[in-house]
């Protein structure tokens, strides 16, 4: 049992800043949507129609998931993991430059949509190939008995980048007041990620190669085309993959990326109060990471799974039932941070597809499989909460909580056909 030493400690580490910058960047432009929609949109359509098209180009980001996650895969899996992390780090920083300084639709036009639209697909390209190539990274650098801990650690990352972005996010509402955010200071958030991202890019050129792949590639058993075997070979993988993925995208997507900035139109909460709550949100899932983690290291993961999803069916609908119909804002608080440790659930996601593909096809088939459903997952989820948040506000019913319900059984589901799988290979 290899214990980790201090190059791995680094190796962890700067794979993490990946994770953290890219969930930074995406987290500051869902927080700022709001803000920047007015100078990138004609002035003339309804705010409705403004809330679609913005979020409509955040979803198309993850539209453009599965072209950069496959084609990066594909070169990790027959030339290393290594540049392939410094390839999305770049294709992550340059776009996040550019809107920070970039025209307004004021200034030329129509040009801004079109850049925001590459801004957003450049960004899911880089995103396609980080989080599954950080998890195989994490999962053949880690030691046997720490595993589930390591992904924990890793996708706390992705946390991290959401609690860092509402961070500076929250100063920049106690400095700033809202007309000065919408008219400049949202840029402040992007050019500082960029700077972050510069930094990044220098110190993930000191990562080293993750140890199974040099055995890999020493014993000659690396594919040709490693996506090709994926497709023939693991059919009932890709299928429980893409149901881990869909879990993953509804908790992130909704619970911590967009669901707070409906809350505070809802509630009409202080920008301040808003952005704390989604703050200590982040803070909570964190907490529920590293314990789905540890806890799968020391017993059975898919048990672990269950009583974890067995919580995001109780509290996740009791949220949304104050969100709309309650509206104690004491009990909403206490009910999304209850929700959100429970939401260290999506750690599976990560835990199982790790443990379901081959090692020199691992890249390839969590990419492809992940990709895919965020995709189509993450292009619909943010349409699909903007009608569910209509019918909840007209109806007086809880909304988006009872796909959130749906979610929490998917999980469960996702547990026991991980079983099935693990025990017929045995």
Not at 25 to 53: G, N, R, V
Not at 186 to 207: A, D, E, M, N, T
Request: charged share 15%.
């Amino acid at each position: 049992m290899r214990e980790l030493n201090n190059k791995d400690i680094k190796t962890l580490s700067l794979s993490a800043l990946g994770s953290i910058l890219e969930f930074y960047d995406f987290i500051i432009f869902a927080i700022f949507t709001p803000y920047f929609t007015d100078a990138f949109l004609p002035s003339y359509l309804d705010e409705s129609i403004k809330y679609i098209y913005t979020y409509g180009a955040f979803a198309a980001g993850y539209l453009a998931r599965p072209l950069g996650g496959i084609v990066m895969a594909h070169f990790g899996d027959k030339f290393g993991r290594k540049n392939m992390f410094l390839l999305s780090i770049i294709l992550m920083v340059i776009p996040t430059f550019i809107f920070a300084i970039m025209p307004t639709y004021e200034q030329i036009g129509y040009l801004a949509i079109v850049i925001l639209l590459l801004i957003r697909i450049s960004q899911g390209i880089a995103m396609g190939g980080e989080m599954p190539g950080a998890w195989v990274f994490i999962y053949e650098h880690s030691p046997s008995h720490s595993k589930g801990l390591f992904l924990g650690l890793l996708t706390c990352g992705v946390c991290g980048g959401i609690v860092l972005g509402t961070f500076i996010a929250l100063n920049l509402q106690i400095i700033y007041t809202e007309e000065q955010i919408k008219e400049y200071a949202y840029r402040i958030p992007f050019l500082l990620g960029g700077i972050f991202g510069l930094i990044s890019v220098y110190l993930r050129k000191f990562l080293s190669e993750t140890p199974t792949f040099l055995k890999l590639k020493e014993s000659k058993e690396l594919h040709s085309f490693p996506l090709k075997s994926v497709i023939k070979d693991y059919k009932k993988d890709i299928l429980l993959s893409m149901c881990l993925t869909l879990v993953l995208t509804a908790c992130v997507v909704i619970m911590l990326l967009l669901i707070p900035n409906y809350a505070k139109k809802t509630l009409n909460l202080a920008p301040i109060t808003s952005t704390c709550l989604q703050m200590a949100g982040a803070l909570m899932v964190i907490f529920g990471l590293i314990c789905t983690g540890t806890l799968a290291d020391f017993f059975k993961p898919s048990n672990v799974c269950k009583i974890f999803s067995l919580g995001l069916i109780i509290f996740c609908p009791m949220y949304f039932y104050e969100l709309y119909v309650g509206k104690d804002l004491v009990l909403l608080s206490a009910f999304y941070l209850l929700a959100c440790f429970f939401i260290g659930v999506v750690n599976f996601a990560s835990i199982f597809m790790c443990n379901l593909f081959r090692p020199n096809v691992l890249f390839s088939g969590i990419s492809f499989s992940y990709n895919i459903a965020y995709a189509i997952a993450g292009f619909l989820t943010p349409i699909l909460l903007v009608k569910l948040h209509d019918i909840a506000v007209n109806t007086n019913t809880i909304g988006a909580g009872y796909y959130m319900i749906f979610i929490g059984i998917l999980s469960y589901f996702c547990a026991i056909m991980y079983e099935k799988i693990k025990n017929h290979r045995k």
